[in-house]
């Protein structure tokens, strides 16, 4: 009888424990250079339909089981540079990188300094693929692609709207030309 209390406080840790995948680490990394690091050090598993995100201080902890967030001690742009450099060092993934449509319509007025953070940022990404969507369609895709892929989420402690970076993983040696022409051919029988 005396070991049912210690039973139940055993079971405690368990109760209260989340999936690996939605656990935070805080101050992973403080520089472009450990970023860059610890994105390489994922991306072996990583591939087509794997995404990487840089979001701001506010964005929310999600839920769905593919999604791994850490958190980081760095500026924004420093954590984005850090992912593209990872990445571009990768040769079985490309970046497909979506921006939130709402960043270029942030008035200076309420987020002083924005203007020269989408410059930066422009600079950051140059020569990437980038396209924009509506913050919440993003977020749809994403929490989409968690549900079957893995979503490794790196949160900043940067203050302004819509600067999240999202990194959708396509396959480095796979064009979407050469899919689209393989498509072709197979549905003309060969």
């Known amino acids: 009888m005396t070991l049912a209390p210690l039973a139940l406080l055993a079971m405690i840790p368990l109760v209260g424990s989340k999936p690996a995948a939605q656990q935070q680490s805080t101050n992973l990394a403080t520089t472009q250079a450990a970023i860059e690091r610890y994105v390489s050090s994922k991306l072996p598993k990583l591939g087509h339909r794997n995404w990487v995100v840089v979001v701001d201080a506010a964005y929310p902890l999600q839920t769905s089981p593919g999604i791994e967030m850490v958190t980081v ?3 924004h742009l420093t ?4 992912v593209v450099t990872a990445i571009g060092k990768a040769k079985h993934v490309r970046p497909m990188v979506y921006l939130d449509q709402e960043l ?3 008035p200076e007025s309420r987020t002083p300094g924005i203007g020269k953070f989408r410059n930066s940022l422009t600079k950051v990404l140059k020569g990437k693929d980038v396209s924009t969507l509506l913050h919440a369609d993003i977020i749809a895709k994403l929490e989409d692609a968690g549900k079957s892929f893995k979503v490794l989420v790196i949160k900043t402690p940067h203050i302004q709207p819509y600067t999240s970076v999202f990194f959708q993983l396509e396959c480095g040696y796979w064009s979407d030309s050469a899919e689209k022409e393989l498509r ?3 549905s003309k029988g060969g």
Not at 79 to 82: I, L, P, R, S, T
Request: with cysteine; proline share 8%.
């Open 79 to 82: 954590a984005v540079a850090g």
């Open 184 to 186: 072709q051919a197979m």
């Open 104 to 106: 270029k319509f942030v």
């Open 73 to 75: 001690n760095c500026p």
